[in-house]
């Protein structure tokens, strides 16, 4: 007798206890038609488990930013990212990048909060020491795109599976209207 | 999650270092759209903030956010069906919906075609489901969570996955 | 296009104030770094729709959409991966002094068609004036004027689309 499919899905789960988990693997054994119903729910499991996680460390930032700045107190101070460049780096330059690197709202709330967020020192000697107290993953990279000019990461857009494309010819740009005329 | 010694209650910094990915992706496969997700989360993690004297282990501290996450959840789904209410009857009053305006409607990011799927579902099937396979909580956690019996978790579980497999197959097949 | 981007940047530099000999550190504040730069900032709008072969409504069967920060001067990277083939579009916006938009793209194709196994390659470099708001239009595959040549094969379109970038109210 085949349990409901709703108990399968219970089973996936490891909801069943013992002894009944034992009497449905043994029925799965041998029933083909449970274990085709079982196997859907499976793959299905495993497709949303596979399903990739979503890219999460801006809005961790940002959160995380706006939680300190509103009890400091509570959550003691910030880690501080302090780095000496031996380098006089323009001010425009690294807030650039930060912009860039950070988006416009985390930028935003760093460069003007008046808790003092972001320090930029100019050194007699002719370096630049820079001061970002708040808890931001990956300022290594800033660090890095400083002076260069790449500091964007490229956006992947993944195209509908099983679509396939074909070339009807040379790749083409050109504005909406050239087009247009073009048709006619 | 190295490093956490089990034997005392975690820091704030410690749960929310821990937690927060996992929380996202809760709110976002459950609402479908990133600004509300980080919103739910930032609440969330405001709320557990305002708790911070008492903090539990990071399992409670789990459960606790994945309460709040539906209780925020729940009312952006029922504003945005009010929402879709009036939008539907504004199309039926305007002459003809333009292009520009309907690309404003559509989401600026790629869905996946699991967020799709999640999204077809009634919140009533899609919440289950998302905290089960992202939130890892038991029936009995789940059911506590929405007010629910066991039972009905698992009947709920079994109907979004039904109709998850289903949505899925079809989407493999060549669109027509 | 090295001399574009000096052009953006000296007038800033210029503003701020100029790097001498001091005994003392001195501090500055980054906050008019960012309100001029944020007058500089473009908004990019990327948005790719995939097309069935008798496309004659134009309706998609699937779009995305990616709207990117950036500076003149700075590149907006996007690729899209499909089954048999990945586009990488690179977008870097200039400002001229007439107050246009000239915009450098790069369009890298790889494909890999049915018949033969090889993967075909291809690499454009365009140079477009437009203004802000001006749509302009990316066939990383070609667009065909004739007949299509087969039913199960798709097209896919870009939009590339600049505007200032503005503060949410």
Known sequence: MCPDNGILSAYLDGEIDAPWNKAIAEHLASCDLCRAVFRRLEETHRVLQSDEAPEWTEAMDRVRLNLGSRA??????????????????????????????????????????????????????????????????????????????????????????????????????????EFLRKKK | MSGIDYGRPPSFDEVYESLFPLIYRIALRVTGDREIAEDLCHEAFIKLMERASFLPDLEQSKYWLIRVVKNLSLNYEKKRKREKAAYTKLTHLSVGVSESSEKKLLRDETRSSVQEALDALPYSLRAPLVFREYGGLSYREIGSILGISENNVKVRVFRARERIGKALAEGDEHVS | MRAARKKVVVPILLGL???????????????????????????????????????????????????????????????????????????????????EILLLAQGQVWLSEPTDKEVKYSSTFYSIPVTFGEKVLFFPLGVSSEEPRSKDFFNIELEIKIVPYKESP
């Open chain 1, 72 to 177: 400091a107190g509570v959550l003691g101070r910030f880690p501080l990212w302090k780095r000496r460049l031996p380098v006089p780096v323009p001010v425009a330059a690294l807030v650039a990048a930060l912009l860039l690197f950070l988006g416009v709202s985390l930028a935003f709330t760093l460069l003007r909060s008046n808790v003092g967020l972001v320090k930029i020192t100019l050194a007699p000697a002719g370096g630049t020491e820079i001061q970002i107290a708040a808890p931001i993953s990956n300022l290594e990279s800033l660090l890095k795109s400083l002076g260069g000019e790449d500091m964007t990461h490229e956006d992947i857009i993944t195209l509908p599976k099983n679509v396939r494309l074909l070339t009807s010819g040379q790749q083409l740009m050109g504005t909406e209207a």
């Open chain 3, 17 to 99: 104030a100029v790097l001498q000999a001091h005994s003392q550190d001195r501090e500055i504040d980054p906050n008019e770094a960012l309100q001029s730069l944020l007058s500089k900032a473009l908004t990019i709008t990327i948005s790719a729709r995939v097309l069935p072969p008798d496309a004659l409504d134009d309706q998609a069967i699937w779009n995305a959409e990616t709207e990117k920060l950036t500076l003149p001067g700075r590149p907006i990277k996007v690729r899209l991966d499909g089954d048999n083939v990945r586009i990488y579009l690179v977008v870097t916006p200039y400002i001229q002094e007439s107050g």
